[in-house]
């Protein structure tokens, strides 16, 4: 399948040891599909292809069931438990059964039956029972149409090229990975549309975009686009964007009408209003509910959505002001109309009320709003968390997301709830990230960049594997099965995040980055600057108190995480300078002062890297030699980054404070 050069990723079926898969999958029946339908189609050539070049198997596909050793049929709930878009997969008797609900439901099947022929494991016995968890599980690509890729880290884009859409192998390769791991929506294009994108719902770019369009539909993923507000004033219709309009309503009702017959297929739209610059409904004076749901009506005739995302907030704020606290806007700005959106539309928001750090709390909307789809929004695309230079395994964060109890219900609580719908019984609702690919060869920079986008779309589907499980599924089926390999990788991977946040800004601050890079430490860097993001040190302590007595901030959470947070004493250390300004003799659980602390995690972090380098050393020769260099010229950056972070944050600590450490280490 490989007709690029460029790697395969966890899709590399090279030759695997047989475990007795080849004597299940020769010889197949199909049962309940149609064997020319676009999605099974695929699904089929895949399970050639696989277990072709893995175990050196022609499959036969037979006409008579009882010939059969492996049956794909369709099953229900009744049937087997599959529910839409899930798939079970089970043994008995020398026969292995794939029954799923749809065609989706098949083709993740036979990825699910392929990847376990990759990881060499026996099929006797085996009862798999998968039902996704998000309905939406989506990768949002931030690609510009001259090529350039928003906050990317691993080359340039490979869907726009010099204001092209580009359609080539790659467009299937992609497809076919992410599809693989349950994705079931991407948005192409960044969700700041300037210039040509603007254009994308027109007639200049409607073949490209439906040839794109039509090989993620052979893969059971819906197309979507991100729109520009103030699309009907840049293309030429009324010179307004007011959503009550009835100009501008009539300009988009006609747009739409054009879009879904040129492009039947698209799942709708991913929209960034009045954030950061971009266009919205409240220059007119309406609220996000008028802008969401006048798009959503209008959609709704084509089975379309309307993804409105929440990244709301003030980012001209004065650094001089106290009380304007950049992590209330997002609550603020979208609790007041809840209940007020209409069904097809999604509010899509952010994991944390800023932005993405390596430690923030949950956001207050996600179960603040009870009447509203929600749709959570996370980062894989390592802006703040390393950039694909330092490696920082993103799952465990996802994780603590996904458990969050936010105490809107009694029970069904926890965000994870939310998104799958278990919460409101709602189907317009999912998970998103921002994906970190690009042209690069190995598709993320980093190869072990790779464990985070095979990560997302893993987790989406099955909430409840745990990121150790993801993590040993992503080396087995990207790099090795050899024991050795997967724990020392598995280590590197599991190991990453905490290390990050070690070397990185203490216990939940956040930020201290270069200005607009956002790789390397930069500790005052955003402190005197219009975005809202500071740390407010002084010579006596650290952080922002967002208590009752500061910005109010945690009063956005369900009780009992307000008082929770309210409390220094309570607060859940880890996101202590998120929630409070702290003495630096302020004493931690641990005993050690604030200071302290400080100090001794960044020298920690530091040697946690080293540590790191000595285990991937230790794999010389026993991962592949591109990997293996890849990888290591990459740590070399890491060290030097992270005794960047150690030194400045210590120094800079040192100097405010005047506190030796108590370990009398070199600090500048
Ligand atoms: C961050 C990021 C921007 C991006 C924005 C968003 O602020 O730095 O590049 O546009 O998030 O999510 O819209």
Not at 190 to 217: H, M
Not at 247 to 276: I, N, T
Not at 472 to 479: A, C, G, M, N
Request: glycine fraction near 10%; proline fraction near 3%.
């Amino acid at each position: 399948m490989n007709k690029g050069g460029f790697s395969q990723l966890w899709l590399d079926y090279k030759k695997r040891t047989d475990n007795g898969g080849s004597v299940y999958v020769s010889k197949v029946f199909l049962s309940g599909f149609l064997q020319d339908h676009r999605i099974v189609k695929h699904a089929l050539e895949e399970l050639k292809s696989g277990v072709q070049t893995m175990l050196g198997v022609e499959i036969k596909v037979e006409q008579d069931m009882s010939q059969a050793t492996l049956v794909l049929k369709r099953g229900s709930e009744k049937e087997g438990g599959v529910r839409r878009e899930g798939y079970r997969l089970w043994e008995t008797g020398g026969v292995l059964t794939l029954a799923a609900a749809d065609e989706r439901g098949l083709l993740y099947g036979v990825f699910a039956l392929l990847r376990l022929i990759a990881m060499e494991r026996p099929f006797q016995g085996l009862d798999l029972l998968s039902n996704p968890e998000s309905p939406l599980r989506m990768y949002d690509h931030w690609d510009n149409m001259d090529g350039s890729i928003e906050r990317g880290y691993s080359g340039r884009s490979f869907f726009f090229q010099d204001d092209k859409v580009l359609v080539n192998e790659r467009t299937r390769d992609y497809a076919r990975f992410v599809s693989s791991i349950g994705i079931n929506g991407v948005v192409i294009n960044n969700v700041n549309v300037k210039q040509a994108a603007t254009w994308l719902i027109t007639d200049r770019y409607f073949q490209e975009v439906r040839q794109l369009s039509g090989i993620f539909a052979d893969y059971g993923i819906r197309l979507f686009l991100s729109l520009n507000f103030a699309a009907p004033l840049e293309l030429g219709g009324p010179q307004s964007a007011d959503p009550l309009d009835p100009k501008v309503r009539d300009w988009w009702r006609e747009k739409m009408e054009e879009v879904f017959s040129k492009v039947p297929d698209l799942g709708g739209f991913l929209v960034k209003a009045d954030s950061e610059g971009r266009p919205g409904p409240f220059t007119y004076g309406r609220t996000q509910a008028d802008g969401a749901n006048m798009l959503a009506d209008i959609v709704k005739p084509y089975g379309g959505l309307i993804i409105w995302r929440c990244f709301v907030y003030n980012c001209t704020q004065d650094w001089r002001d106290r009380q304007t606290d950049r992590a209330r806007a997002g609550y603020d700005s979208f609790i007041g109309q809840d209940g007020d959106y209409h069904e097809n539309v999604i509010l899509q928001i952010k994991n944390g009320p800023m932005d993405f750090q390596i430690r923030e709390p949950v956001s207050p909307l996600l179960g603040g709003l009870q009447k509203t789809n929600q749709m959570l929004e996370v980062q894989v695309a390592q802006e703040y968390t390393g950039q694909q230079i330092d490696v920082c395994y993103l799952v465990p964060l996802f994780k603590e997301v996904l458990d969050f109890h936010t105490y809107c219900r009694e029970k069904c609580d926890t965000v994870s709830d939310i998104v799958s719908g278990r919460t409101f019984g709602n189907v317009n609702t999912g998970m998103a990230a921002v994906c970190n690919t690009g042209d690069d060869a190995n598709w993320t920079g980093n190869d072990l960049a790779a464990a985070n986008f095979y990560g997302f779309g893993r987790l989406a589907f099955c909430h409840s594997l745990t990121a150790d499980e993801i993590a040993e599924e992503w080396v087995r089926l990207s790099i090795s099965n050899e024991e050795e390999v997967v724990e020392k990788i598995k280590k590197i991977l599991l190991g990453s995040r905490g290390t990050y946040e070690k070397y990185t800004c203490p216990l939940g601050i956040g930020w201290m980055v270069t200005p607009e890079t956002h790789y390397g430490c930069s500790v005052d860097g955003y402190e005197y600057s219009r975005w809202g993001t500071y740390h407010r040190a002084d010579h006596k302590g650290l952080g922002v108190d967002r208590s009752r007595l500061g910005t109010g901030y945690a009063g956005q959470y369900r009780e009992p995480n307000a008082s929770l947070y309210d409390n220094m004493e309570t607060c859940p250390e880890e996101l202590l300078l998120f929630f409070h300004h702290v003495p630096y003799t302020y004493r931690l659980k641990s005993g050690k002062t604030l200071i302290q602390h400080i100090y001794d995690t960044h020298f920690e972090g530091v040697r946690e890297v080293e540590e790191m380098i000595g285990l991937w050393e230790s794999l010389k020769g026993k991962v592949p030699d591109p990997v293996y260099d890849g990888v290591r010229e990459r740590f070399d950056r890491q060290l030097h980054n992270a005794k960047e972070w150690r030194d400045q944050v210590n120094a800079y600590f040192y100097r405010k404070s005047g506190i030796e450490d108590e370990q009398g280490r070199k600090i500048y």
